[in-house]
Each structure stands twice: as C-alpha cells, then as structure tokens.
C-alpha cells in the first residue's frame, strides 16, 4: 500500500525558508504527477503546487509563486517544496499526495494522502 511521509516543517521566522520533503515507500512516483497542498485551522484544504511525474511541468498557486519552488529526485522517490521569504499566512499543515495521472490536474486527482507536516511562521 502507498504511503507517504511528509517532513521538514517547523517553526521559522518570517522572511526565512524551509524545505519540506514528501517520501514514498513500497511505491514507484516516477510515472504520477505529485501535489503540495496546505490546510490552515478553520479553512478548506487547497492547492500550492504541483510537478508532473517528468518534471517538465510545474505549477503554482498565486499565494506562493515566486517563493515557493517544487521539485523531484525520481531516483531517491521524494518530491521537494522549497519554501523562502515565508509569511505568517503560509502557516498551515502541508499535505503531499499523488495524482492518478502524470499531469497536474484537480485536487479530486490526488489521492495517498501523507499524515501532513506543520509549518508556522510567526516571530
């Protein structure tokens, strides 16, 4: 069974970076588009980036693009989001999850949710 493991949140001042790491195991993500999605208390689950299963195609949400930067290393099955010049609206729990295709699509796509990584960004 697919299982995904987030890491690298934490606790960071604004203006600093993070980088978050989204792992499978007894899983291949080669051929599948991969999603960062991020909930904050009291809001609906929304996208923030994608990468297609190549690499070749990336996309942003308007919130983050020119921060954050999404990327993946086939070879060591882990998909990255760095994160700089962090703000305290960017503070929520980030999912990584896996598309049924190896475009981006919708997040109705995404499924193999990871258990989420918290990032707070506060002084």
């Known amino acids: 069974q697919l299982q995904l493991v987030e890491s690298g949140g934490g606790l960071v001042q604004p203006g600093g970076s993070l980088r978050l790491s989204c792992a499978a195991s007894?899983?291949?993500?080669?051929?599948?588009?991969i999603g960062w999605f991020r909930q904050a208390p009291g809001k609906e689950r929304g996208g923030v980036s994608c990468?297609?299963?190549?690499?070749?195609?990336?996309n942003y949400s308007d919130s983050v693009k020119g921060r954050f930067t999404i990327s993946r290393d086939n070879a060591k099955n882990t998909v990255y989001l760095q994160m700089n010049s962090l703000k305290p609206e960017d503070t929520a729990v980030y999912y990584c999850?896996?598309?049924?295709?190896?475009?981006?699509?919708?997040?109705?796509?995404?499924?193999?949710w990871g258990q989420g990584t918290q990032v707070t960004v506060s002084s």
């Open positions: 999850a896996v598309s049924r295709f190896s475009l981006c699509g919708p997040i109705g796509d995404f499924g193999s």
């Open positions: 007894r899983f291949t993500l080669d051929y599948y588009a």
């Open positions: 990468i297609s299963s190549s690499g070749g195609s990336t």
